[in-house]
């Protein structure tokens, strides 16, 4: 018996404009692209997309990859991720799914999906449309690879929040990214 969850995964790549989404084989085998999302920091309407889509594959466990600086330092980026993993923990509990979410590091990804697509012949231009899936591949995959390897789960589990002022959201409400929580760029609108 392993140490980690048999079953469908999904990798999430999440940027400031948009999220790429990855799924595994229910072995934990190979990562596939499964869609670019365009980000809404607003009505968080990718996160309840990623939401369903976990509820019709029946997945067991997110990845949500977490961008580091080359010396293992927090950035901008680090904390967007963070935040964004745990408005999708927070998702995922009120739609009664108990679905997972840890943080793998993904320092490169996007990077390394660039150079991907350019050995793979597909013209720079068209980059934008598929970087996000490919980098989410990347990260669902080296997941996969690090479980099958240790033969343990990996990655940092995303903890849901529960404070005495801000408690779990009644059902008729949301979650949100706090104000003070989002990224310089999502508050000056």
Do not use: W
């Amino acid at each position: 018996m392993s140490g980690y969850p048999r079953g469908t995964k999904l990798g999430v790549d999440v940027g400031l404009a948009r999220v790429g989404v990855a799924s595994c084989d229910p072995d934990g085998l190979l990562a596939t692209p499964v869609r670019t999302l365009k980000r809404d920091a607003k009505k968080n309407s990718d996160i309840q997309v990623l939401v369903r889509e976990a509820a019709e594959r029946g997945t067991v466990e997110f990845f949500v990859g977490l961008p580091q600086s080359m010396k293992g330092t927090e950035t901008a980026s680090t904390a967007m991720a963070r935040d964004y993993a745990q408005v999708l923990a927070e998702f995922l509990d009120k739609a009664g799914l108990d679905v997972p979410v840890r943080l793998i590091d993904e320092r490169l990804s996007t990077v390394s999906a660039h150079r991907s697509l350019r050995e793979a012949g597909l013209d720079t231009r068209n980059h934008r449309r598929v970087v996000d899936q490919v980098a989410a591949v990347g990260i669902l995959q080296q997941a996969i690879d690090m479980q099958r390897s240790l033969g343990r789960d990996v990655g940092v589990p995303v903890t849901l929040r529960r404070s005495k002022r801000s408690a779990a959201p009644a059902p008729n409400e949301e979650p949100t990214i706090s104000e003070e929580s989002r990224p310089e760029s999502d508050t000056a609108s």
